[in-house]
C-alpha cells in the first residue's frame, strides 16, 4: 500500500482552501507572478502613476504642451515564508468535527499563507502617507469617516472608486450601534449591516466594511487603526511553489513543507487614508 501523499494533490488543497479568506488580499490587485531568479531580501521596484495635470489655456499659434504620465518608484523587499507539518499514518483515519486531521491542517495552511501576505499589506498600508486622527482609541464616529474620506479624497468620493474600509474587530462592534449603519431609514444603510460574511460587516456609504485584526491594532500605543482603501491603491505579486512532500518511514508519517514568495506595496499613494487616534 501506497501511503504517500501526492504534492499536487496537497498544492491544489490549499489553493483552494485560501479562496474566501482573502480580506486584505481582497482589496489589493494580484500583478502575476514575481519574476524567476529573485529570491528573499531582493528589492523589487513598484511603479507608482501620477495623474496628470491640469488643462491650461490654448494660446492661438501656440503648440499644446505634451505631459507624459509622472512615475515615481517604491523598493519594497521580496519576503519568503515556509512553514511545514506532519501527518502520521495512525491520524489518517481520524477526524475531527467531521473533518479528518488533513484537511484540519491544510486549512491551517491556508490561514497562515493569507495572513503571511495579509501582515506584510498591512505594514506597508500604515505607512501610507494620507492620515487623519480620530478621537478615541478603539472607537470611530460616523462623522470621523466623512470628514477623513473628505480630507484625504475631496469630491472623489464615487462609492465605486473604493475597495473597502477595513476596522479591527474592537471598531467594528461600534458599528453595530451606529445609526448610519443600522438604521433602516438612512437612504444608504442596506439590509444585512452587521451580519459578517467573509469578513465584511456591511457597507458605509455604499463602501465594504471589512473586519479584520491583522495589523489593525499598534499594540504599542494600545489603539486601532483603520484603513480606507481605494481600488488599485494595494498591490502584490506572489509565487507559490508546489509544495514537498517526503516520507518519514521511522516515524511512519510524512512530511509537507510549503514556502511562499511575496512582495508587496502600496501602487498609488493617493487611494489609501489611515485613521487612527495618533497620526504624529
Known amino acids: ?10 498544492t491544489q488543497m490549499i489553493n483552494e482552501q485560501m479562496k474566501g479568506k482573502e480580506k486584505l488580499m481582497g482589496l489589493a ?11 528573499a531580501g531582493d528589492t523589487f521596484t513598484m511603479i507608482k502613476v501620477a495623474h496628470l495635470g491640469e488643462m491650461v489655456d490654448l494660446v492661438k499659434g501656440q503648440t499644446i504642451a505634451l505631459e507624459d504620465l509622472q512615475t515615481t518608484k517604491s523598493s519594497e523587499v521580496i519576503e519568503h515564508k515556509a512553514k511545514g507539518f ?10 475531527i468535527g467531521g473533518k479528518s486531521i488533513l484537511d484540519k491542517k491544510i486549512a491551517d495552511m491556508a490561514d497562515i499563507r493569507v495572513r503571511a501576505i495579509e501582515k506584510s499589506l498591512g505594514e506597508k498600508l500604515a505607512k501610507a502617507p494620507l492620515k487623519y486622527a480620530c478621537s478615541e482609541a478603539d472607537t470611530l464616529l460616523a462623522r470621523e469617516i466623512n470628514t477623513a474620506l473628505q480630507t484625504a479624497f475631496g469630491d472623489a468620493q464615487d462609492t465605486d472608486e473604493f475597495a473597502g474600509i477595513v476596522v479591527n474587530s474592537r471598531v467594528a462592534t461600534g ?28 457597507t458605509f456609504r455604499g463602501i465594504p466594511v471589512i473586519m479584520s485584526d491583522v495589523t489593525t491594532y499598534d499594540t504599542s500605543k494600545s489603539e486601532c487603526v483603520t484603513f480606507i482603501i481605494k481600488k488599485g491603491a494595494l498591490g502584490y505579486k506572489k509565487v507559490a511553489g508546489e509544495v514537498e512532500v517526503a516520507r518519514n518511514a521511522s516515524k511512519k508519517c510524512d512530511e509537507v513543507y510549503d514556502d511562499l514568495m511575496f512582495v ?6 493617493t487611494g489609501v487614508v489611515v485613521v487612527r487616534k495618533t497620526i504624529a
Open 1 to 10: 500500500m501506497n501511503n504517500f501523499l501526492k504534492s499536487e494533490v496537497i
Open 29 to 39: 490587485s494580484d500583478m502575476g507572478n514575481l519574476p524567476n531568479g529573485v529570491q
Open 86 to 95: 506532519q501527518l502520521y499514518d495512525i491520524e489518517r483515519e481520524t477526524t
Open 175 to 202: 458599528f453595530y450601534a451606529m445609526p448610519e449603519f443600522v438604521k433602516a431609514d438612512y437612504t444608504f444603510t442596506k439590509d444585512g449591516n452587521g451580519v459578517v460574511r467573509g469578513g465584511v460587516i456591511g
Open 264 to 269: 508587496t506595496g502600496v501602487i498609488d499613494d
